[in-house]
């Protein structure tokens, strides 16, 4: 599987979506936006998966976002920033991911951040520390 169905997108009373281990899926779909209840994403160990979608800012009710074990993503999208519910942020196991969004120093329900194991992260302080100055 390189792909998730379009049809993902009109499960529009989804809570909860767990996508775990599949080698050869390169891209989530934008249509995971169109999941206005979605408050829990679980995604774990894609290492092809190159980007997620950029059109994050529809997920209002978004609490919960676990990201875990990319080889090739080296960014998130800015777009996380507008996630104006979300609470829990865990990014775990990113071997390329070098630098956050500043957006994330706008998520003001943020309670829970967990990084862990981002061995080349180098842009981070700037958005949580300077952003409370």
């Known amino acids: 599987m390189t792909s ?6 009109n499960l529009t009373s989804l809570i909860v979506l767990d996508i775990f281990y599949s080698l050869s899926l390169t891209s989530l779909l934008n249509e995971l936006c169109n999941l206005i209840s979605l408050i829990i994403l679980y995604i774990f160990h894609y290492s092809n998966l190159i980007s997620l979608p ?17 080889s090739s ?5 800015n777009e996380l920033g507008n996630l104006i519910s979300l609470t829990i942020l865990d990014i775990s196991h990113y071997s390329s991911l070098i630098s956050l969004p500043n957006e994330l120093g706008n998520l003001t329900y943020l309670t829970i951040l967990n990084i862990s194991s981002c061995h080349n992260l180098i842009l981070f302080l700037n958005i949580i520390f300077f952003k409370s100055l």
Request: aromatic share 10%.
């Open 73 to 77: 993503l080296i960014s998130l999208p």
């Open 4 to 9: 998730l169905s379009n049809k993902l997108g």
């Open 54 to 70: 950029n059109k994050l800012k529809n997920l209002i009710s978004f609490i919960l976002l676990n990201i875990f074990h990319y």
